[in-house]
């Protein structure tokens, strides 16, 4: 339930942006603003509530989430303008932050036999294809039938119930050695990805005057993590890592993928219902041909990796993706139905297969006791690159469009945003080939050897 609220919030919204964009008086940087002020603070604080749902309590946390979730929803449903708006999707953010990762901890921590436990993931895993299937829809029809406001509503209810099941079923856990806090790092990767978005995003209205004192601030950021998280015993992010090739690899597929899936849904919203003139209701249904493809694969992809490694997997991802966004960028396929129906059907084919090799990489080869860390790292990754993506072709849309008139522009303008989508998965395609094979392999051993403890070394009789 809890993964069924954020993760239809995400293709909820998109739906809604032209209505709330109208009603809001907000252009195309205050649109992106409604997205990114919460993946933003999703993705700055992953790593910190997974930490400390391990320290004081996963349960704990967990209803803490949830109720901090519902809340912010209660929040935007009544916003009076876009500010009031962007601020409550932070405080959903703050709550969405503390779901996923701890569900995850929960679930490997009540499943102690694996084979229940691949089963319990399967089915909490589901729960994100059916959101990407249910939730155009849903979004098309509450935004019509009762406005854009109502696409909040449904987290409350669905909320309530998780509180109480969760109150009533879950066990509390803890981790027998839970990480130790650290403030600096998660304030150095806040201001990282506070001011690298701001830039962004606010480039094409306010300039180079105002946008280039935040990215500096933002590679300062990046350098102060670079020298300060080494120096600690127990990191936000241990930087060892990133010696694995298949976690690197899977660091950089996520922030593509989920860059490339951003950008999309962003630009297919703002064409069907502002170019288009079509209601929200028949822009949901248009994302069929993207979002059913995506339910469809995602279990086929899960199986493949399974029993046959990323690599067949992020190949097919990479190929699909990188179609999809040439035939828009080159061929303009959104002016006639059929082309536009395949490119949006390949984007769905390409998102489905590339979820599942994702975490399954950057967990390869780590030892047991770091691949929450590092699937956490992956997860970081995702909503960063969503992040990115709209606000990197939003930016490129908003300069395109300029002052020009909207409707007659907005293909022309959308053509860069297309070759970056399909850049992205040519990313996905090359990065998948080269950390998926056996020098990759090698890497992620060396790596695991150095971050397993002496105990680990020992046990698994490896030289310290």
Known sequence: MSLLIVSLDNTVLNVALPAMGRDLHAGTSGLQWTIDAYTLVLASLLMFAGSTADRIGRRKVFLTGLVVFSLGSLLCSLAPDLELLVAARMVQAVGGSMLNPVAMSIITNTFTDPRERARAIGAWGAVVG???????????????????????????????????????????????????????????????????????IEAPEAGPGTSLPFAAVALAALLGLLYHEPRRDEPLIDLRFFR??????????????????????????????????????????????????????????????????????????????????????????????TTMFLGYALFGIGFGFVNAPITNTAV??????????????????RQLGQTLGVAVVGAVLAAGIGASAYRETFVAAAVPGWWILAGCGALVLVVGLVSSGPWARGTAERAAERLASPEIREHAGLSA
Not at 246 to 258: D, L
Not at 290 to 302: D, E, V
Not at 365 to 379: I, T, Y
């Open 244 to 337: 694995s090739a298949p976690f690197s690899g899977a660091t950089v597929i996520a922030v593509s993928a989920f860059a490339a899936l951003g950008g999309f849904l962003f630009l297919s919203t703002l064409y069907l219902q502002n170019v288009r003139g079509l209601d929200a209701l028949h822009a949901g249904l248009w994302m069929l041909p993207m979002a059913l493809p995506t339910f469809l694969c995602a279990p086929l992809s899960g199986r493949l990796v399974g029993s046959r490694g990323p690599r067949v997997p992020l190949l097919v991802a990479g190929l699909a993706m990188t179609a999809s966004g040439v035939l828009f960028a080159a061929f303009d396929a959104e002016t006639s139905d």
């Open 130 to 200: 059916i959101s990407m299937a249910a939730g155009p829809l849903i979004g098309g029809l509450l935004v019509e039938s009762v406005g854009w406001r109502s696409i909040f509503w449904v987290n409350l209810p669905v909320g309530l119930a998780a509180l109480l099941l969760t109150l009533r079923h879950v066990p509390e856990s803890r981790a027998p050695k839970a990480r130790r806090p650290d403030p600096v790092g998660q304030l150095l990767v806040i201001v990282l990805f506070g001011c690298l978005t701001y830039a962004i």
């Open 364 to 381: 390869s080869g780590m030892p047991r006791a770091q691949a929450g860390v590092a699937a956490a790292v992956a997860s970081t990754s």
